[in-house]
């Protein structure tokens, strides 16, 4: 039986307000266990939650930035459920009237385009944490990241393949990072992802029985974790079994999901709304505002650069997956005037060597300006596409050189001197006889060998282009 794939994403961004989304306690990373846990998230007799009004300019952003209704009167309901790090004994939630609904994000995955409807995104406060490690045993309870204000962002049941799921999770987290809403740090738990998994054969129009991958905090673990979970899924209903619902654990080190707990239904959380917090009303002006101060998105300034710069719409898109890396095109192409070179040079040499080294744009030692010095001596003819990889590499090395002390530093100057080049091409013609008859008998490949030598003779530095025409006519 051939066997289909249903994959939904539940991804928490955490908002990157200054304080919690109900009370003034802060938000920041790193502090000492409980150092930033207030009366509200203690829940001590009597005290009430305010709501942050940040929290929902943000959440607002990611709204227009989805194209989707913004919904102006939100009510917060409270999810009932029992654990340590929930002194409440509820989680402030949002079930009915969510902020945000009906939006579109759009991937790529290879070649193809697809656009994934986005149910929902409402606003929730974050749970605190269990703390294990050096406590000889016992559990700890570190109610710092309690009230932290998050959008939880649904998807529908469109994805059809871990790398569509990916794709997905990957163009979220460009977003959020790019409207300056959400830090996207991974590792701290800024973007959390959820996966729902199922499988149904080929054809069949209802749904499988879905398992819910928690917690998953990097796309590779994603990855990693749907594949197992299918193929798991699969070799249940193939041996003649039933999946069953249930949450999810990934295990890293493993490769491998393991039953957390048996999958609790909404109705399970007795949902009710919130006595203590009166319905946000969001006007049209506060929605009016939002529009006007929404920044150019990602999808917007491809365009323009595919309009401005003259580059390919896959180079746009791979240049505008980052703010940061956007910003640094723009400079680099402004700066030379070359923006399909600096585009190539961006996507291909920088590219290939941060990630070679672990680095991040941020940390490159040839900046954009840099960037655009090495483009505009290609582009005047100074560099050859071989020797420009040299003064890429020298440039990396000795990040206080300008171009103009690594060419002379490294003699990489380009020889373009007509009666030197003709000079090898004479000698590398009067040494190749076989050569030369080969492509006087109609083999085009010998061409490319007797340039190649020409190009040897000058230790990389002659005009590919004034040899190959130079070759051609004393050819005939």
């Given amino acids: 039986m051939t066997w289909e794939t249903v994959i ?13 989304i109900f009370s003034g306690a802060s938000t920041a990373f790193g502090a000492e266990p409980n150092a930033h846990a207030s009366v ?10 305010v709501m942050n009004r940040e929290a929902v300019a943000k959440a607002i952003k990611l709204g227009l930035a989805l194209d989707a209704k913004i919904n102006q009167k939100n009510v917060f309901d409270r999810k009932n459920y029992f654990y340590p790090d929930l002194p409440k004994g509820y989680q402030i939630s949002q079930l009915d009237l969510p902020i945000v609904e009906h939006g579109k994000l759009e991937i790529v995955v290879g070649d193809e385009v697809k656009t994934i409807n986005v149910t929902r995104a409402h606003m929730e406060e974050d749970a605190g944490k269990s703390v294990h490690e050096g406590l000889s045993g016992a559990t700890g309870i570190d109610l710092n990241r309690a009230g932290t204000p998050l959008l939880e962002v649904v998807s529908e049941p469109e994805m059809r393949s871990a790398a569509e799921a990916v794709a997905y999770a990957k163009a979220l987290h460009g977003l959020v990072t790019w409207l300056d809403i959400c830090d996207g740090n991974m590792a701290e738990g800024s973007f959390r992802v959820d996966a729902n998994v199922s499988v149904r054969p080929k054809g069949q129009a209802e749904f499988g029985t879905r398992r819910e991958i928690k917690n998953l905090n990097s796309f590779r673990f994603l990855e990693a ?4 979970e299918v193929e798991a899924q699969i070799e249940i209903l193939e041996d003649g079994g039933k999946v069953q619902q249930a949450t999810m654990l990934f295990d890293p080190d493993k490769g491998e ?8 239904d909404a109705h399970d959380y007795r949902y009710f709304p919130d006595p203590d917090l009166l319905p946000v009303m969001i006007s049209d002006g506060q929605l009016q505002k ?3 101060e929404m920044p150019e998105l990602p999808k917007e300034m491809a365009a323009r650069f595919v309009a401005e710069f003259g580059v390919s719409e896959y180079d746009a898109r791979l240049l505008t997956a980052s703010r940061s890396q956007a910003a640094y095109f723009e400079e680099a192409a402004k700066a030379s005037g070359q923006g399909k070179l600096a585009a190539n040079w961006m996507n291909g040499e920088l590219a290939a060597t941060l990630n070679k080294e672990g680095l991040e744009l941020a940390q490159s030692p040839i900046t954009a300006p840099r960037l655009a010095a090495l483009v505009g001596k290609i582009s005047d ?7 420009a990889k040299k003064a890429f590499e020298a440039m990396w090395a000795e990040p206080e050189a300008s171009i103009e002390q690594i060419i002379e530093k490294h003699g990489l100057v380009q020889i373009t001197d007509t009666g030197a080049i003709e000079a090898m091409v004479d000698e590398v013609l009067a040494n190749n006889a076989k050569a030369v008859e080969q492509f006087k008998a109609g083999n085009e490949k010998a061409l490319n060998a007797i340039v190649g030598q020409v190009m040897k003779a000058s230790k990389g530095k002659a005009n590919p282009a004034q040899v190959q025409e130079l070759v051609k006519a004393k050819l005939g």
């Fill in 8 to 20: 939904g994403l539940e991804i928490h961004v955490q908002l990157n307000t200054k304080s919690k």
């Fill in 40 to 49: 509200v998230e203690c829940a001590l007799p009597g005290v009430l939650p």
């Fill in 225 to 228: 974790a749907i594949n197992y």
């Fill in 257 to 264: 999901t393991r039953v957390m707990r048996l999958k609790e």
């Fill in 290 to 292: 939002a529009r006007e």
């Fill in 381 to 387: 003819g100074t560099l050859s596409s071989k020797l």
